[in-house]
């Protein structure tokens, strides 16, 4: 029994959208199928986006790499909603949509008002004399609930609607994202999170931070200071990965 027929046997209970089935994943007639389904689909909601993407595959001149782009970025959501019809996974999907527009605030407040403005606004000799705890207290008060960085970036978003009537609550922000930015307490303070961590300039012929040393008197190397050796354990990874914040987080950093 071929590759195919062995997934086209497992699958023969789960049934796909608009009358296909799991076999037309696994040959071109099927594949075009697909295609003239997410067509039609497309053209149900927007008929100009699937002209233009005819258009594109039917002309010979290469189009530029910036309108290729955003022709590719216009029909994502579409392609997004075809797919999840496709597998009758809807509410699984509508359920991380949701939970992304939960989270959004904290990569919109990271850009816009940590990076932006708590970095410019406060230098770091200043950040060291912040008493980041006390700040957090203030601000929870303001909040109206227990401090998260979630909790911050809504209320921030929400504050930077009327900078006028919320100063002193944007005052004591910026201090705070500064303190937790800046300094060794803040940082530690925020280590598990994204909103309070910002890019780095990476040399990448030398990645591995490492000092010279002699042993016995021969030259050799170790890890430097205030990096931990990470040991693999047979074909485990050396990192324990990240979750939806942290990837959400790398995603809108790499798009924006």
């Known amino acids: ?99 992304h527009l939960e989270l959004a605030p904290l990569y919109s407040c990271k850009r816009l008002f940590v990076q932006r403005r708590a970095m410019s606004k406060v230098k770091p000799d200043e950040a060291a004399t912040i008493d980041g705890p006390a700040l957090e207290t203030q601000l929870a008060e303001y909040i109206g609930t227990p401090f998260t960085e979630l909790a911050f970036a809504r209320e921030v978003s929400h504050w930077l609607m009327d900078e006028v009537v ?24 925020h280590h598990g999170g994204i909103l309070f961590k910002v890019p780095v300039k990476l040399d990448f012929e030398h990645l591995i931070p490492l000092s010279a040393v002699s042993l016995d008197g021969i030259d050799a190397y170790r890890l430097g200071e205030g990096h931990a050796l990470r040991r693999r354990l047979r074909f485990a990874l050396t990192d324990a990965g990240t979750d939806l914040n942290g990837a959400l987080d790398q995603a809108n950093y790499c798009i924006w």
């Open 1 to 99: 029994m071929t590759i195919k027929q062995q997934d086209a046997t497992h699958n023969r209970k789960l049934n796909l959208g608009y009358g296909l089935s799991f076999c037309d994943l696994y040959d071109r007639d099927g594949i075009l199928s697909i295609d003239a389904k997410f067509l039609d689909f497309l053209g149900e909601s927007d008929p100009e986006l699937r002209r233009q993407l005819e258009t594109a595959r039917n002309t010979v001149t290469k189009f530029s790499g910036k309108v290729e782009a955003e022709l590719l970025i216009a029909l994502a959501p579409h392609l997004d909603d075809f797919l999840a019809s496709l597998f009758g996974i809807e509410a699984q999907v509508q359920a991380l949509a949701a939970r």
């Open 166 to 189: 919320h100063a002193e609550e944007l005052q004591l922000a910026t201090r705070y994202a500064a303190w937790a930015l800046q300094t060794p307490a803040g940082r530690e303070r």
